[in-house]
């Protein structure tokens, strides 16, 4: 004993110490150990006194025993920390000691087995062969595992401890990668060291996960936040990757499945987050800018560039950016689609929003423009300056999006982006279209003087040209595509207005002047226009109105030559305008017009145009 107990201490006190004695001290306490069942067994019906003293006897070895048997235990729940310490043979020797304990205990049962199915051979002269075995079963293999399980589940208390004390779930995960190196090191440097019969990796690897999956069954009973779900979601797919990839171990080995299946629940509490979170920022947004939009109490910002803004088209993208970036990472096939589909539903309610704030305030402008805020000319022109920057943001979300969404929704997310971006431009056209109605509303009680009395004693489009010039300098701080854009639209609205003009019931054309005046009109309105416009596309959008004139100032004898000119050049020109502005001639009288249009009806009825000619500008004017 003295020598056992000599032997043993240094190895008790530091499991990390060489255990070169180990098998030694096993060997001698298995032999004392037997030597006392043997000795107590015999002395099972000795006078009690006598039983004491062999138990006094024994009692050392009672104690090595009982503390040998819980280093043994101490070692099993250590094996990772002894092979890091380069200590594989104490591992080596401990299964060499359980094997041991294991065969005395199959010898010892085997024993009593035979007691049991020889009963009938007592007191008989072999009946020692069924007096069984005084061994006391041990089960070491099985406590093994026990306290191996029981190591294990510690090292994932200690491990995660302090994040579920914090609630921090995401450095939970984050510090979940011990799991994988610890199965490589049980694999590499474990393993060679059992027996087959132990299956030690697979034992590791289940143990490791039921501990991972009861882990993840505490976090999805907290209340969590969308970062947090797809980190966890997240977690998942790239846990049982790593499994595969790195040890070898498919997702069908390993029971039971995380989340228990319940993946889609969690996408699906993730997307209300994400519904709620977008909603709310979306609507404090929103009732912010519109409350500016309206009041218009100050000036909307403006950009370096000079071009007015709101700052709504930046904060919104930069919150929905954010939602599909997480989305993304959490690498999950559809979450990313789900994800962009809710952003999507936001795109579209808020360019329903600013479609109907926007025609509210311009409808109280026309109606009412001496009792709204003044400003609206420079919000209208912020809004359409934010929608191009919106579909801005919503192209590069698609040009982004769809290389890295499930193959299977890429065609929707696509459509559905497409679809914003479209959006985007209408709410930017709607907002050019209502700078025009202000713009013209100033302006358009003047054409309707156009070829009347008062435009004959002074030049009328001369005013008309001054307004659109200050429109124009303010304009100048639209995104340029929507400035050009306008400008087109501006002349279009023009020469309309024009045409309109000439059919006027107060409408009259004097001939001696009107031709000259009308030329005057072209020369100063293609001017002004062709400062921000091409000469050439000036030529063809006045050339309208130059056939017009040509037509005017047309003899009885060509004047179907000149309609049949611009008939060619305009199908859809009206009959109606044609008599209407001829009838308006002073040196024309009815029985003259009459003659006049029984020829041009002859000449439009042999000219088939061809139907596919598109639409010109007498096809926008309403007759």
Not at 298 to 320: C, K, R, T
Not at 406 to 416: F, H, W
Not at 445 to 467: A, G, H, K, M, N
Request: aromatic letters at 10%; glycine letters at 2%.
């Amino acid at each position: 004993m003295d020598d056992l107990e000599d032997a043993f201490i240094p190895m008790q006190n530091d499991i990390f110490n060489p255990h070169d004695a180990l098998l030694h001290v096993h060997y001698h306490l298995f032999k004392l150990e037997e030597f006392r069942d043997k000795t107590m067994h015999q002395a099972r019906d000795s006078p009690h006194d006598v039983i004491i003293t062999l138990k006094t006897y024994f009692r050392r070895v009672d104690v090595l025993s009982d503390d040998f048997t819980q280093h043994l235990w101490l070692l099993a729940r250590n094996l990772i920390p002894l092979v890091e310490n380069g200590c594989g043979a104490t591992i080596v020797k401990l299964i060499k000691i359980i094997e041991c304990e294991e065969t005395a205990d199959e010898k010892a049962l085997a024993a009593r087995q035979a007691q049991s199915n020889h009963q009938d051979l007592q007191g008989h002269k072999k009946w020692r062969l069924a007096e069984g075995n005084p061994r006391t079963v041990k089960s070491y293999r099985v406590e093994f595992y026990e306290q191996l399980h029981q190591s294990l589940r510690e090292r994932f208390e200690e491990e995660f401890a302090p994040f579920k004390d914090s609630e921090d779930w995401q450095g939970a995960l984050d510090s979940a990668d011990f799991i994988f190196n610890e199965l490589e090191l049980v694999y590499d440097q474990v393993v060679p060291k059992f027996p087959k019969k132990y299956k030690i990796f697979p034992y590791f690897v289940l143990e490791y996960h039921r501990h991972t999956y009861d882990l993840l069954n505490q976090m999805v009973q907290q209340d969590l936040d969308a970062g947090t779900i797809l980190r966890l979601l997240r977690f998942v797919r790239d846990y049982y990757t790593t499994m595969s990839t790195r040890l070898g171990v498919t997702e069908e080995l390993l029971e039971p499945q995380l989340l228990d299946g319940q993946e889609q629940s969690l996408v699906d509490d993730y997307l209300k987050l994400v519904r709620r979170k977008l909603v709310e920022w979306t609507s404090n947004l929103m009732q912010s800018e519109s409350k500016d939009f309206v009041t218009r109490q100050d000036p909307p910002e403006m950009s370096p560039d000079g071009q007015f803004g709101l700052s709504g088209a930046v904060d919104l993208f930069q919150i929905i950016n954010q939602q599909i970036d997480v989305a993304a990472d959490a690498n999950q096939g559809k979450l990313l689609y789900l994800v962009v589909n809710e952003c999507h539903k936001v795109m579209k309610d808020s360019q329903v929003f600013w479609k109907k704030l926007l025609m509210s305030e311009l409808q109280k402008q026309l109606d009412q423009p001496d009792d709204v805020p003044e400003g609206l000319v420079e919000y209208v022109m912020a809004l359409a300056n934010d929608q191009i920057k919106c579909s801005d943001f919503a192209n590069d979300i698609l040009i982004r999006v769809p290389p890295i969404v499930d193959a299977n929704y890429k065609i929707q997310v696509e459509d559905k982006l497409s679809t914003a971006i479209d959006g985007y431009l209408q709410i930017a056209a709607i907002a050019r279209e209502a700078l025009l109605e202000v713009t013209f509303g100033d302006i358009k009680p003047v054409f309707s003087d156009l070829f009347t009395t008062r435009w004959y004693d002074q030049p009328l489009i001369p005013s008309v040209i001054e307004t659109l010039k200050d429109y124009c300098n303010d304009f100048q701080h639209l995104n340029k595509f929507i400035f050009d854009k306008l400008i087109h639209d501006m002349l279009d609205r023009y020469l309309m207005l024009y045409l309109e003009a000439m059919r006027h019931k107060n409408a009259k054309f004097h001939m001696e002047t009107c031709l000259e005046r009308i030329e005057n009109d072209v020369r100063l309105s293609f001017n002004f226009f062709a400062k921000y416009t091409s000469v050439e596309e000036m030529e063809e959008r006045f050339d309208v109105i130059e056939k017009v004139h040509t037509l005017l100032e047309s003899n009885r004898r060509m004047i179907f030559v000149d309609y049949y000119t611009l008939r060619q050049a305009y199908p859809d020109v009206p009959l109606a305008f044609v008599e209407n502005i001829l009838s308006k001639r002073d040196d024309l009288d009815k029985s003259a017009l009459k003659d006049i249009m029984e020829g041009i009806k002859a000449k439009a009825r042999e000219y088939e145009p061809d139907a596919n000619t598109p639409p010109t500008i007498f096809s926008r004017i309403k007759w």
